[in-house]
DNA sequence: TATTAGCACTCTTTTTTCATGAGTGCTAAC
DNA sequence: GTTAGCACTCATGAAAAAAGAGTGCTAATA
């Protein structure tokens, strides 16, 4: 296990460090100097030759110096963040707006840490599939049309038009309504099955056709919904030269207005579970499941709302991304929403 | 105000046809070979050498060939596309899959109408201030909270927490609903004036507190909102050479990321009011009153939900677009909406 | 034996130079 | 009024040359 001594360990880790900040290969002369270890350059070339044949740097062309490898990086983040835990970190405070609405707060959560980390940041709502029914209310709006209205767990409120042949009498509105809030109170969708559907039909009377309809109405209006994503700072990628040529760079954008992609990254993300203890997880160039982001490392949180209910917020910059800095936001972040969530509901 | 013959029109038009299609300076001898005209290149560059005195073509650098000015394409747009009008316009049938929600629609709109053009496009939802209560709905979701529903014509329904000392009982709950209903059924916010609010208290007798706080938050739910925005196709940029630089492009997708730009453009581009009797307005290169654009052209259009309710629809491309079939797109596509929103009104 | 100075060699990057070609403006002839 | 002809300008691209950065290897050193 241990094939690398405590020199080579330095040595990589300088070379990692320099190359994150200027993002140009770096080369032996530079370490020589850099570093407290007091070597030559001589020396540190020929360590240096050793660690590209254990693969953790590499060597652009020949006469250039050596950037960091995917399994150097993998290294680093395992082993030399740790290291460095110690250090004070002082992230400046993520100052999220207090406000009841999901969507205005996940929306300026990712714009607050794409400040933050001048990377391009993504964050999932919720997937309403796991949440519970909190409230459930049908309103006549007028003859032909009902509205149905269902709130969530996490205050999150859906709405739908119904479209009916006949109107309900007050009555039986307040009965109908009864009778939905009784049963679907605390259900999840998938909660809600054949067996309930014709026990609520039996007893909804005369009206079982239209339960029929609200029920589906209802499982629609909170399972049908796509994975709801937003993004900030996806221009950022122009700050990294080695991702900026306008090709990679309109790929990149294109996927961050589209949506598509990090929607089936996040879903393999969520299904890949967590990898470290932290709820943090670190994807290194091509070990991101998605083909567009193999020059990227993506770093991901998973926050909660209760039980089994997941959202993923997710960091995307070049493979020298100040892995630290980006971590701990996330950390931080994660449990601040963890916590606003939480008490969100509370109440 | 004829500075312009026939023979000069056509080498105009000339010019900006072929600049349109390859974007590069378009030479005497191309015109004297390509256009019916059969002048020499001598001629052609003594013409050229007047349009460009009158401003209407401008030579990058001695040696090169003409492009037009802003004057060239508003003369273009102007007098030119008329004339070719009765060509018969193939737009590709703009299919938009029909829904009840708002906010789906405007996104698919801009969706198909930029892979349609190859331009970015945008889409202003309509403000909500101008449009009317169409129904209201409080409901008593636990102890200390009130769930309000509002519904507003084009079926656009927004929702609001509202947190109280002590529940409502039912028969309370439904004389407030009542009276909410009947006093502001039809009404804009700006019609919510004091007097009606201290009308409604009087009636509200000993809910005169909770009627204040339900009123205040009906405002805000219809009228605190910003304008909200919807993009698609910022990348199409990458498609136009002269717009591709990263530097450029960086910019122009971060304001259609932030969409603070893009508020501003089309608050400015409303109260500037109709130019043409289409309700198509053309922007070009600096006359657009927002200037990130100042490189491009915008093409806008107003659709309309009912009186007094717009939004607004537009593209922003390269000074060479292809402003025929954009405006045809535009006109299209105005009508189209026209007609959907006012048939979701009626119901 | 581990380290280092020295040097030849490689490969990229930058600069310079040069040739090419597109396009113009002007003049003189038609 | 139109056109052929020609000198001139300027961008573009290729080729050559120079400069720099960095390596790998060898031989000397501690």
Request: net charge negative; charged share 25%; hydrophobic share 35%.
């Amino acid at each position: 296990m241990e094939e690398l001594d405590e020199r080579k360990v330095k040595i990589l880790n300088a070379i990692i460090q320099n190359y994150m900040e200027t993002g140009e290969p770096v080369g032996s002369r530079t370490i020589s100097k850099s570093s407290d270890l007091n070597l030559s350059s001589a020396t540190i070339r020929n360590e240096m030759s050793d660690l590209e044949e254990l693969g953790y740097i590499v060597q652009p062309h020949t006469s250039a110096g050596r950037i960091p490898s995917d399994k150097g990086y993998r290294f680093y983040v395992d082993h030399l963040i740790a290291e460095k835990d110690e250090e004070i970190s002082d992230i400046k405070d993520l100052m999220i707006e207090k406000t009841e609405k999901m969507e205005k707060m996940l929306k300026q959560v990712v714009k607050v840490l794409a400040n933050n980390t001048q990377y391009a940041t993504m964050i999932s709502a919720p997937a309403l599939s796991g949440t519970k029914v909190k409230f459930v209310q049908l309103s006549q709006v007028n003859e032909n049309q009902i509205l149905s209205v269902v709130m969530m767990s996490g205050n999150i409120v859906k709405n739908k038009l119904i479209d009916v042949d006949e109107p309900l009498n007050s009555e039986n509105m307040l009965k109908l309504n009864m009778l939905l809030n009784t049963n679907l109170n605390g259900l999840t969708v998938s909660d809600i099955n054949l067996a309930l559907i014709s026990r609520m039909k039996a007893q909804a009377g005369e009206f079982e056709g239209i339960i029929e309809q609200v029920l589906q109405t209802v499982a629609e209006t909170i399972g049908d919904e796509e994975m709801e994503i937003y993004t900030s700072g996806a221009t950022n990628i122009f700050k990294y030269p080695e991702l900026a040529d306008s090709q990679k760079a309109s790929e990149f954008i294109s996927a961050f207005e589209e949506k598509e992609e990090l929607r089936n990254l996040i879903s393999d993300i969520e299904t890949d579970g967590e990898k470290t203890g932290t709820g943090i997880q670190v994807y290194i160039g091509d070990e991101s499941p998605i083909q567009t982001m193999k020059d990227c490392s993506v770093v991901t949180a998973t926050y909660e709302l209760g039980e089994g209910v997941k959202g993923t917020i997710g960091i995307i910059g070049p493979k020298r991304m100040d892995y630290k800095n980006v971590m701990d936001n996330l950390t931080h972040l994660k449990n601040q929403l963890d916590q606003m969530l939480k008490k969100a509901d509370e109440t």
